[in-house]
């Protein structure tokens, strides 16, 4: 039975006691659990001895507390379970093998290369691995700045490995050399190399996030040159411009934000370097547009929409022109298009080869073609044949030396 002085020594000031629980139970995550298992303990112990009818008060807000962390407490295995996949993946990544450094101090590129373009292979060969057959084999391929050169050849050629190597997306063992305006492409790291070229891939990438997001996801560009983009590239219209309430789930905020942000820093970077006349006429004229412009920031508009909802609508054609979209922004001297038409249909392969063609007319463009008309109108064809090059011509020289060229224009049933 209890004792009338243990009661007595729980006594504490219930105000205290109260505002103690309330500060635990307001800590989030595991450190508000562990804490209120900590009282809970203390609260067993209590009730071995008893308590006097103030100290009910606390046992009320303990158990409230303890109501609160529950569900952090239910959820713990699941928590580790992800926690654990977290840690698969890490160790699956710590043990991928470390590819070329991302910056080699001792040879940085200029932030204008390549400002030409030319590319050139110097008796360039690739093993993926020492019991594999060479993917490419003694490569000597000079390519003019602006040149158009279109690469073909059947199934396992060597076309992508080419086409790769120039990213330097390959693992293996090379020998010979690549050289992009006269840069052994080697020499540099990943990082002053990859960004510097252009490439559409087979299949584009649409990550979560806005359309913005997606059409610039390193934040290089203004809003207004990926609106021009979307227009030369005629899916504007498919990222319309949406009057979308505040806390619509599909914009993102972030995004909106960031638009203001910009807006209203390069309207002060415009104020602070103008003189007082230059104030004076931005006062009178230009002000109220600029104002405007950061008005119109603030306004969610297509570009913020989250292409993970808009992303059920597109067509994988579609989602190319969004590829296209981020080549035509970036400007870069050499393009690749690696089979970037492959899966589109004929009308939007020939707009798309349209658009490259006055887009990119003083560019360096390399393009991957199963479809032979995507390429017919390339200064020069590169046929490739188990890693080697078997020829290389103006397509209708090629057609009428009757050579690997022609057969495959023949087995493609297309005349030139
Ligand atoms: N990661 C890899 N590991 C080992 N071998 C590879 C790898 N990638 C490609 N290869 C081999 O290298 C050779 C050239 O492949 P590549 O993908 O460059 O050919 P391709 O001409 O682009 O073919 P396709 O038209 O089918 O895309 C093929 O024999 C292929 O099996």
């Given amino acids: 039975m209890r004792d009338e002085d243990e009661e007595a020594q729980l006594d504490i000031p219930i105000s205290v006691l109260s505002a103690f629980c309330r500060s635990i139970s307001a800590i989030p995550g595991h450190a508000g659990s562990m804490l209120t298992a900590g009282l809970l303990l203390l609260q ?5 001895v008893g308590v006097s009818p103030a100290g009910l008060g606390v046992y009320r807000d303990l158990v409230e507390s303890l109501l609160r962390n529950t569900y952090i407490v239910a959820d713990l295995p699941n928590r580790i379970r992800k926690l654990s996949a977290g840690v698969d993946v890490y160790r699956q990544y710590a043990s991928v093998e470390p590819e070329a450094p991302y910056i080699a101090e001792g040879c940085r590129s200029e932030p204008s290369w390549p400002q030409a373009g030319r590319v050139e ?4 060969s690739l093993r993926y691995r020492a019991d594999l057959p060479p ?3 003694g490569i000597n391929l000079s390519i003019k700045a602006g040149e158009k050169i279109g690469i073909v050849g059947r199934t396992g050629a060597g076309k992508s ?20 305006d006269g840069q052994d492409i080697s020499e540099l790291g990943v990082g002053d190399l990859r960004p510097r070229l252009g490439i559409i891939p087979q299949e584009s990438t649409m990550f979560d996030g806005s359309f913005r997001k997606n059409l610039d996801p390193l934040r290089e560009h203004t809003v207004e040159d990926m609106w021009a983009a979307l227009i030369k590239t005629g899916i504007a219209l498919e990222v319309a411009p949406v009057r979308a309430a505040p806390g619509d789930a599909s914009i993102d905020d972030d995004d909106v934000e960031d638009d203001y942000r910009r807006a ?5 970077r415009r104020w602070s370097e103008s003189g007082w006349a230059m104030r004076l006429v931005q006062l009178m004229l230009v002000k109220q547009p600029i104002k405007k412009k950061v008005w119109r920031a603030m306004t969610p508009h297509g570009l913020h929409r989250t292409a993970q909802s808009a992303s059920h609508g597109f067509s994988s054609g579609q989602q ?14 050499v393009i690749v298009l690696d089979e970037a038409t492959a899966n589109v249909d004929l009308a939007t392969d020939r707009e798309m080869q349209r658009i490259i063609r006055s887009e990119f007319s003083d560019c360096t463009v390399l393009t991957i073609a199963h479809r032979l008309e995507t390429i017919m109108d390339c200064d020069r064809i590169v046929v ?11 397509p209708q020289d090629l057609i009428n030396a009757g050579g690997h060229f ?3 224009v023949r087995a493609n049933d297309f005349g030139s």
């Avoid at 190319?320 to 001297?333: A, D, E, P």
């Fill in 384 to 394: 490739m044949d188990r890693g080697r090059i078997a020829e290389v011509g103006r």
């Fill in 406 to 408: 022609a057969k495959l």
């Fill in 121 to 124: 292979f110097r008796d360039f």
């Fill in 320 to 333: 190319q022109l969004f590829s296209l979209c981020r080549v035509l922004m970036r400007r870069r001297r």
């Fill in 161 to 180: 490995t080419l086409a790769k190597s120039l990213f330097r997306l390959v693992h293996g063992t090379t020998s010979g050399s690549v050289l992009i």
């Fill in 264 to 268: 209203v820093a390069e309207y002060e």
């Fill in 44 to 48: 067993a112990q209590v009730s071995r």
């Fill in 135 to 137: 993917a490419l084999d």
